[in-house]
């Protein structure tokens, strides 16, 4: 995440490949990643009025981002649940891109929601069904990742389907 940001790399939901002397160069200052409580987001609601949601990992952790996925069929938005909040003070020493001075970068750590595509009708307007989303399994490689706070839209207040049961499938003991 630090390596797309210093170097300017767009946002597309894939994560790039940096080689091993990229990440050589990226200076963490103190090896420390300071740990925030809440981040605050601004955004302007349908009516053109501006809103404020403040993301809190323990009590409202759920974010929407805008998707990068350019297909018509694909959902237009992606789901996260916040885990921790940090930034950190950075350097980089590289060929083409360089800092003389430390550089603070926000950064979210967050669960990733997948969609769940299995009702036979399909879900959203059209279907006159809401969209269901759910959590990926953590031995997914994409199930966790970073996430800069600039690309959060807003935060979200996702309503539990009890009515589909309980599962312990999807996520094991903390390792925080």
């Known amino acids: 995440h630090l390596l797309e940001c210093i170097l300017e790399v767009d946002y597309t939901g894939d994560v790039p490949s940096f080689s091993d002397g990229d990440h050589d160069n990226v200076i963490i200052s103190q090896n420390v990643m300071y740990e925030h409580q809440a981040l605050h987001v601004n955004y302007t609601m349908y009516n053109l009025y501006w809103e404020q949601d403040t993301i809190n990992p323990h009590t409202h952790a759920d974010i929407m981002l805008l998707s990068h996925k350019t297909d018509n069929l694909c959902h237009p938005y992606w789901?996260?649940?916040?885990?921790?909040?940090?930034?950190?003070?950075?350097?980089?020493?590289?060929?083409?891109?360089?800092?003389?001075?430390?550089?603070?970068?926000?950064?979210?750590?967050?669960?990733?929601?997948?969609?769940?595509?299995?009702?036979?009708?399909?879900?959203?307007?059209?279907?006159?069904?809401?969209?269901?989303?759910?959590?990926?399994?953590?031995?997914?490689?994409?199930?966790?990742?970073?996430?800069?706070?600039?690309?959060?839209?807003?935060?979200?207040?996702?309503?539990?389907?009890?009515?589909?049961?309980?599962?312990?499938?999807?996520?094991?003991?903390?390792?925080?």
């Open 79 to 176: 789901y996260a649940h916040v885990i921790q909040i940090f930034h950190v003070n950075v350097q980089y020493y590289g060929d083409n891109h360089s800092s003389d001075e430390m550089q603070w970068m926000n950064m979210l750590f967050v669960q990733w929601f997948g969609h769940a595509s299995d009702r036979p009708r399909g879900s959203g307007f059209a279907a006159h069904w809401p969209y269901q989303v759910g959590f990926i399994p953590e031995d997914d490689l994409d199930a966790f990742g970073f996430l800069d706070p600039d690309l959060v839209i807003c935060g979200v207040h996702l309503i539990p389907a009890f009515s589909l049961g309980q599962t312990t499938e999807y996520l094991g003991p903390s390792f925080i």
